[in-house]
């Protein structure tokens, strides 16, 4: 096992980046239905979900990075016009971040050409969202944290971050696509669009 560790280490790490990429291709897949475009082949989509995580986690890093730094400036200062300049300043840059993150997303995924004044309505709305989160998480973890119910609820919370998250991302994406590229909304759900479309075909049979 000793010998063998930097290969096993190295099959672990590419396993680890395909079935993690495999969120940027469900995202590839909402973007069709709410861009109303062709899926990519399996090929290209692999591709771009993977690219996608390799950037995705840099930006998520720092994205986090600077909003913890806030917090302990913070606690070396005592003047309260640095502190709320501070606390400021890691908002804005913490904002930045986020928006450069939605929109790398909204700019990269969809399998068409986009343009920024496409996008950045969403991506900006997306980042002041994600900001509200990003400030409230940290609460959870200071005062919720301190015992064993505390850890399952982190476990929980964790869970619904990037459950919401997601929500989050397919809210910028509807705002660009109503607003910038003019699809409106299906009139009903897309499984019963298809139904419907379909139900001729059945009659067909049916009477045959």
Same mark, same amino acid.
């Given at each position: 096992?000793?010998?063998?560790?930097? +290969?096993?280490?190295?099959? +672990?790490?590419? #396993?680890?980046?395909?079935?993690?990429? $495999?969120?940027?291709?469900?995202?590839?897949?909402?973007?069709?239905?709410?861009?109303?475009?062709?899926? $990519?082949?399996? !090929?290209?989509?692999?591709?771009?979900?993977?690219?996608?995580?390799?950037?995705? !986690? %840099?930006?998520?890093?720092?994205?986090?990075?600077?909003?913890?730094?806030?917090?302990? !400036?913070?606690? /070396?200062?005592?003047?309260? +016009?640095?502190? @709320?300049?501070?606390?400021?300043?890691?908002?804005?840059?913490?904002?930045? !971040?986020? #928006?450069?993150? %939605?929109?790398?997303?909204?700019?990269?995924?969809?399998?068409?050409?986009?343009? %920024?004044?496409?996008?950045?309505?969403?991506?900006?709305?997306?980042? #002041?969202?994600?900001?509200? @989160?990003?400030?409230? %998480?940290? /609460?959870?973890? $200071?005062?919720?944290?301190?015992?064993?119910?505390?850890?399952?609820?982190?476990?929980?919370?964790?869970?619904?971050?990037?459950?919401? #998250?997601?929500?989050?991302?397919?809210? +910028?994406?509807?705002?660009?696509?109503?607003?910038?590229?003019?699809?409106?909304?299906?009139?009903?759900?897309?499984?019963?669009?298809?139904?419907?479309?379909?139900?001729?075909?059945?009659?067909?049979?049916?009477?045959?």
């Amino acid at each position: 096992m000793s010998h063998d560790a930097g +290969g096993i280490f190295a099959i +672990g790490i590419l #396993f680890s980046m395909i079935t993690s990429s $495999r969120l940027f291709v469900s995202i590839d897949k909402s973007m069709t239905i709410i861009y109303r475009l062709p899926q $990519r082949t399996f !090929v290209r989509q692999t591709l771009m979900s993977i690219l996608t995580l390799i950037v995705f !986690v %840099f930006l998520f890093l720092i994205l986090f990075s600077i909003s913890s730094i806030p917090t302990i !400036v913070l606690n /070396l200062i005592d003047d309260n +016009g640095k502190r @709320f300049a501070v606390f400021l300043c890691g908002i804005l840059v913490s904002l930045l !971040v986020g #928006f450069i993150l %939605f929109e790398f997303i909204y700019l990269i995924i969809p399998n068409k050409p986009m343009r %920024f004044k496409q996008t950045w309505c969403g991506a900006l709305i997306a980042s #002041f969202i994600l900001e509200i @989160f990003i400030i409230l %998480f940290p /609460l959870y973890v $200071r005062y919720f944290m301190g015992n064993y119910a505390g850890q399952i609820g982190f476990a929980i919370i964790l869970i619904l971050f990037f459950y919401y #998250f997601a929500i989050i991302l397919i809210i +910028g994406a509807q705002i660009n696509c109503f607003f910038f590229e003019h699809y409106q909304p299906f009139d009903e759900a897309i499984g019963t669009i298809i139904h419907k479309q379909n139900q001729p075909k059945s009659n067909e049979r049916t009477h045959s």
